[in-house]
Every structure is written in C-alpha cells, then in structure tokens.
C-alpha cells in the first residue's frame, strides 16, 4: 500500500476499519471521499499543491478499494472508473500535466499516463504492473524518474486496468504487439528523448522481457519478480486475477495462455537486461527469473534483497531508487 501511494495514516485506518467490521471498499473508499474533500478545499483555497496530494491519497485508496474484486463485476468497475478520475484531477495539477493517452489496438484500446520531467526529457520508462496493480499504481516510480530527467509512461497492458474493463482488451491478444504499440507512441515523440526503457513489475516483468526480446528498439529492461514460465499456483487471488485477465473461469485455459505468453528458449533481448529479486519472494524463485539473464545478448544485472518480499516491496524507496538510477545510466540521464 506505501509502494503504491496511500498515506500511512490511511494504511492505519483501513486496518482499523476493517478490523471493526467495515468491508474492505467500503473502508477504502470513505477514506478516498475524505482525501477527495480535502483536495476540493484546498484547491478551492488555491493550495494546488497540497490538492495535488490530496487527489493523490484518493486515488491510491481507490486502487486498493478496487483489489477487494478480481472479476470485473460493477462495483469494480465503478472504483476504477472513480481511481482514474481522482488520477485526473491529480495530473490536472502537475506541472507538466500528466497525459491520459488511450491507443488503438487489435480491437479495443490501451490506456496509460504519460509524466514528464520538468525539463527535457532524456528518455523514457515505460512502467507497468502484473495482475492487480496498474499506470497509476506507480506514481511512486514516475516521481523517481522524472527526478533524474527521465519521463514515465504508465501503462496498462492487455487483461490490465482500463484497457480491460473499458478498452475491452484481454491477455488473449498479441500481448508483445500490444506492449509495442506503446513502444512506438514513445519513440514518435522527439520531445520524449528518443531512447525507451521497459520496467515490468510482477508478472508485469514477464511482458517487459518478452516485449524487450521481440522489439529491438527498447534500449534496456528492468524485471522485478516475473516467472519466466507463468503457471497456475493453486492459490485463491492470484488464480482468480490470472482468469480474469484472460475473461474465463477455466483453469486448463489459464495454463495454455500461460504457455504461449511465456518466455521462449530462442527469445534473446539485445539491450542490457536488470533482473531484481527477493530472496523472501514466496510467488516467483529466482530460478523462475534466470532465464531472463540468460536471455541477454549484452549485460546482464541481478540485484538480490535477500529478505526481499515479492517485488522488493519491503525496500521499495531504495528499490525504485536503484532502479531509476540503472535506467538513467543507460538512456542518456543523469544518476545521482
């Protein structure tokens, strides 16, 4: 939750909420309603930046409030549809303004949220998530970046977010293609530094390698937590989201989609590959991650956490601080 942006004391009052009997999105999005009032005053007030922040702890409470759904059902629906409209009025008060970018593709659309450096851009990350958390869900990770001079692309791929639930797009696609199309978006704009890097998170890992190893425009790759080979795990949450994403209930046909998005044993990527893991992971193994060094036609990085939960998440400002300096190193910014 501190990873994605809720504020502390609205990590603590979910618990307690929750623990008092309040179900989950109910819990989280009364805590979203008072970070929205507070914003509405204080831009009202013509304190835009604590409006900014305020519309910023709404919409991560919303991202959490949405997680209680796996299935697109309308309720879900409803907070995502509300966590992009508090993303909204949140970008509406950056400066630069966060662009809300939707793509045509296959039969439906991909959204994401492109955020500028303040100055010109060296280069562009394009981030992105695995199975419940998407775009928005790493304005953490956009800070970081365009603190180094670098823009974020914040998307959200096939069977993810808004490309799902209103761009009708699921992970039955050409998922590579998909994740491509936001490769080309960036690479048309000069103002966006001309050189792009992919940082997937989660089985989000899984796309940036396999997109990574079949465009040869994407200059580096980060994986944080990706199988190489996804499969089923037999475990409630992570099975449910992995159906959803394809639109099915049907385990047999999770695994053979599971199959054909994998990493294959002829895919090589051309630029330098960083791979992160946790050594406490209790989803992906770092055998499950190797096979994405093993990949490399050039460098090859592994950054280990040995108490590392899934994603780093335990070390997540030092995480996301290695990470963007790697990412500045090699498209042209400036590290620390």
Request: hydrophobic content about 45%.
């Amino acid at each position: 939750m501190l990873d994605c942006g809720m504020d502390y004391a609205d990590v603590l009052a979910l618990r307690s909420l929750t623990d008092a009997g309040v179900p989950w999105d109910e819990a989280a999005e009364r805590l979203a309603a008072a970070g929205r009032e507070r914003g509405e005053a204080a831009w009202s007030a013509g304190h835009l930046v604590t409006a900014h922040a305020a519309f910023r702890s709404a919409a991560a409470d919303l991202l959490f409030a949405q997680m209680a759904f796996n299935h697109d059902e309308p309720r879900k629906a409803e907070l995502y549809r509300r966590f992009t409209d508090a993303v909204a009025s949140a970008g509406a008060l950056a400066d630069p303004v966060w662009e809300h970018v939707s793509l045509p593709f296959d039969h439906g659309r991909l959204f994401g949220w492109l955020v500028r450096p303040t100055g010109p851009a060296r280069g562009t990350v394009i981030v992105f998530g695995g199975q419940s958390g998407w775009g928005a869900a790493y304005l953490r990770a956009a800070d970081a970046l365009s603190a180094r001079g670098l823009a974020a692309f914040l998307v959200e791929g096939p069977g993810q977010g808004q490309s799902r639930i209103e761009g009708g797009l699921r992970l039955d696609v050409d998922v590579r293609a998909a994740y491509s199309a936001f490769v080309g978006h960036v690479l048309a704009d000069p103002s966006l530094g001309g050189r792009v890097g992919l940082w997937g998170n989660s089985m989000g890992g899984l796309y940036a390698g396999t997109t990574a190893a079949a465009d040869r425009r994407v200059s580096a790759v980060c994986v944080n937590g990706a199988p190489a080979r996804p499969r089923v795990l037999g475990f409630r949450t992570f099975d449910e989201q992995a159906a959803a994403m394809l639109g099915t209930t049907d385990t047999a046909a999770v695994e053979v989609n599971f199959e054909r998005l994998a990493l294959r044993p002829d895919d090589r990527i051309s630029g330098p590959v960083l791979v992160l893991h946790g050594g406490r992971d209790p989803i992906v193994t770092l055998h499950d991650q190797r096979p994405f060094l093993d990949a490399a036609l050039g460098a090859a990085t592994l950054r280990v956490w040995d108490d590392g939960e899934h994603t780093v998440y335990n070390h997540a400002d030092e995480r996301t601080a290695y990470v963007a300096d790697w990412f500045a190193d090699h498209l042209g910014g400036e590290g620390e």
